[in-house]
């Protein structure tokens, strides 16, 4: 019987040992595979080339690296300055280009205008979460930059409320329902409601939900911990999510659910603005920083205010039970937005977006292709004038996000493998990238493995 047993065992371990060896093989090969993509190939002749080269420009060429504006070639005035725009790659060895510009989503480390030249600036455009992209969220990365336009308040051209259509929209009492009312719901309705449809997120908000859900009745729609359908025509979660019929079904819950899919510094969506403007009390997981932004200081609840899951639920069902005190998060929809950085961000903003936009007013990124065209000639101004050009330099607190963590079945935070495993991927490539530019080295595709090879034995992963 004895050795019968400790055959099983052997096989067990030799089983769980292959297994292991599959799995950690599988990973160190798909490290490789997700370095080498192939960079977009550019059919072009030489005799174009050279006529581009020689094309008389009478402004600074700013050029969109990554093709996101799809514009052939065009002269653009902001204010007393101009500048030439182009997506069109055969201007990079043009002697009048000055900026690379590039779009964070379609930035690959295999497709940079490499080497860099010492005059060349870059600028980065990225509105998107961290999980768009991880490799922003490190130091490397955003070291490269000269000029940058993201959520970040502290980059160049900052765009934290690029969700937020207007004050006025966001004070709006159109869609409100009394607490009384609220109450009634609660007969069918849940005091909660969950939305989300991209789950398994590196914030792993769905975790939270379940762990919410242990002790109070939520809702949910979405196809994340989905446990309640929506109306055939709302299930579109792009268009449904901006329809009246759910604007008026999410105003009848107390709460919202208003959690980002990462963390990070100023990383607010509409997911936030929405239960605001509809008079649903936010409950906030995201930028460690959201109080900022809130209409005043007693607006929404912030998960990361409470010790634990336990102690937030019990928050939440002490509001839900007393009316007044539940009240006094919507108290700012009667007396208005008092915290003074949000209104005068939003007064300032020389961007628009959606239905809001004035005649005349730009979206962000023509906002930020000006913003950078001035500080341009701010220099070129200096430079014949003889004075000393002003330094351009962006760091990680242009954007850079923390790793991503996950709750574990305590609720506590703990490292998120996956998408853990996914931001030291990018952080070698990063750090691979940064020394290609440093070093004014061309790309190669050796080169660069044999280099972030280097990086990817010093990492911290399993
Ligand atoms: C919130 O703002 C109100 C009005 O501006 C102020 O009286 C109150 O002390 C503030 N409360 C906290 C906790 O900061
Ligand atoms: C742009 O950034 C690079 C890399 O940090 C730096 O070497 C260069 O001096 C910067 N250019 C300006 C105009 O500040």
Same mark, same amino acid.
């Given at each position: 019987?004895?050795?019968?047993?400790?055959?099983?065992?052997?096989?067990?371990?030799?089983?769980?040992?292959?297994?292991?060896?599959?799995?950690?093989?599988?990973?160190?090969?798909?490290?490789?595979?997700?370095?080498?993509?192939?960079?977009?190939?550019?059919?072009?002749?030489?005799?174009?080339?050279?006529?581009?080269?020689?094309?008389?420009?009478?402004?600074?060429?700013?050029?969109?690296?990554?093709?996101?504006?799809?514009?052939?070639?065009?002269?653009?005035?902001?204010?007393?300055?101009?500048?030439?725009?182009?997506?069109? !790659?055969?201007?990079?060895?043009?002697?009048?280009?000055?900026?690379?510009?590039?779009?964070?989503?379609?930035?690959?480390?295999?497709?940079?205008?490499?080497?860099?030249?010492?005059?060349?600036?870059?600028?980065?455009?990225?509105?998107?979460?961290?999980?768009?992209?991880?490799?922003?969220?490190?130091?490397?990365?955003?070291?490269?930059? #000269?000029?940058?336009?993201?959520?970040?308040?502290?980059?160049?051209?900052?765009?934290?409320?690029?969700?937020?259509?207007?004050?006025?929209?966001?004070?709006?009492?159109?869609?409100?329902?009394?607490?009384?009312?609220?109450?009634?719901?609660?007969?069918?309705?849940?005091?909660?409601?969950?939305?989300?449809?991209?789950?398994?997120?590196?914030?792993?908000?769905?975790?939270?939900?379940?762990?919410?859900?242990?002790?109070?009745?939520?809702?949910?729609?979405?196809?994340?911990?989905?446990?309640?359908?929506?109306?055939?025509?709302?299930?579109?979660?792009?268009?449904?999510?901006?329809?009246?019929?759910?604007?008026?079904?999410?105003?009848?819950?107390?709460?919202?659910?208003?959690?980002?899919?990462?963390?990070?510094?100023?990383?607010?969506?509409?997911?936030?603005? !929405?239960?605001?403007?509809?008079?649903?009390?936010?409950?906030?997981?995201?930028?460690?920083?959201?109080?900022?932004?809130?209409?005043?200081?007693?607006?929404?609840?912030?998960?990361?205010?409470?010790?634990?899951?336990?102690?937030?639920?019990?928050?939440?069902?002490?509001?839900?039970?007393?009316?007044?005190?539940?009240?006094?998060?919507?108290?700012?929809?009667?007396?208005?937005?008092? #915290?003074?950085?949000?209104?005068?961000?939003?007064?300032?903003?020389?961007?628009?977006?959606?239905?809001?936009?004035?005649?005349?007013?730009?979206?962000?990124?023509?906002?930020?292709?000006?913003?950078?065209?001035?500080?341009?000639?701010?220099?070129?101004?200096?430079?014949?004038?003889?004075?000393?050009?002003?330094?351009?330099?962006?760091?990680?607190?242009?954007?850079?996000?923390?790793?991503?963590?996950?709750?574990?079945?305590?609720?506590?935070?703990?490292?998120?493998?996956?998408?853990?495993?996914?931001?030291?991927?990018?952080?070698?490539?990063?750090?691979?990238?940064?020394?290609?530019?440093?070093?004014?080295?061309?790309?190669?595709?050796?080169?660069?493995?044999?280099?972030?090879?280097?990086?990817?034995?010093?990492?911290?992963?399993?």
């Amino acid at each position: 019987m004895g050795s019968r047993r400790c055959f099983r065992c052997f096989l067990y371990l030799f089983l769980f040992i292959f297994l292991l060896i599959l799995i950690i093989g599988y990973r160190v090969l798909s490290v490789d595979d997700r370095t080498e993509y192939e960079a977009p190939k550019i059919e072009y002749s030489e005799e174009e080339r050279q006529q581009i080269l020689k094309k008389e420009i009478t402004a600074p060429i700013i050029l969109w690296w990554t093709p996101f504006t799809g514009e052939p070639g065009r002269y653009r005035t902001c204010g007393t300055a101009q500048c030439f725009f182009t997506v069109n !790659r055969l201007y990079k060895d043009h002697p009048k280009t000055k900026v690379f510009l590039f779009y964070g989503t379609e930035m690959r480390v295999n497709d940079l205008p490499l080497p860099r030249s010492p005059h060349e600036e870059w600028g980065l455009l990225h509105e998107e979460s961290p999980k768009n992209n991880f490799l922003f969220s490190h130091r490397e990365m955003m070291l490269v930059f #000269n000029h940058t336009c993201t959520f970040r308040r502290e980059s160049d051209y900052p765009i934290t409320t690029q969700y937020l259509e207007s004050l006025e929209w966001l004070e709006s009492t159109k869609y409100m329902v009394t607490t009384s009312k609220k109450n009634e719901y609660q007969s069918e309705l849940a005091p909660i409601i969950y939305t989300h449809s991209d789950c398994d997120v590196p914030s792993d908000r769905d975790n939270l939900v379940r762990r919410i859900m242990e002790y109070m009745k939520v809702d949910s729609y979405g196809q994340c911990v989905h446990n309640k359908d929506l109306p055939k025509h709302l299930v579109d979660p792009i268009e449904g999510m901006e329809h009246e019929e759910f604007y008026q079904l999410n105003a009848k819950y107390k709460f919202s659910f208003s959690f980002e899919n990462a963390i990070c510094n100023d990383y607010i969506t509409e997911k936030l603005w !929405r239960p605001l403007m509809l008079g649903s009390v936010p409950v906030v997981m995201g930028s460690p920083r959201v109080r900022d932004f809130l209409p005043d200081n007693h607006s929404a609840i912030i998960v990361d205010d409470f010790k634990s899951v336990e102690e937030l639920v019990n928050n939440l069902k002490f509001l839900n039970e007393n009316d007044e005190e539940y009240e006094k998060y919507l108290q700012w929809k009667r007396t208005g937005i008092t #915290n003074k950085v949000l209104s005068d961000i939003m007064k300032n903003r020389d961007f628009g977006i959606k239905d809001t936009w004035k005649s005349g007013q730009q979206n962000f990124i023509e906002g930020f292709e000006c913003f950078v065209c001035k500080r341009i000639h701010e220099n070129i101004q200096k430079s014949e004038n003889e004075e000393e050009t002003l330094h351009f330099q962006a760091d990680e607190n242009h954007y850079g996000c923390p790793a991503p963590q996950k709750f574990d079945k305590f609720g506590n935070k703990v490292p998120h493998t996956y998408w853990h495993y996914e931001w030291y991927q990018k952080l070698h490539q990063a750090k691979t990238m940064k020394y290609f530019v440093d070093n004014s080295l061309p790309y190669s595709q050796e080169k660069f493995q044999e280099k972030i090879k280097e990086f990817q034995t010093d990492a911290n992963f399993f």
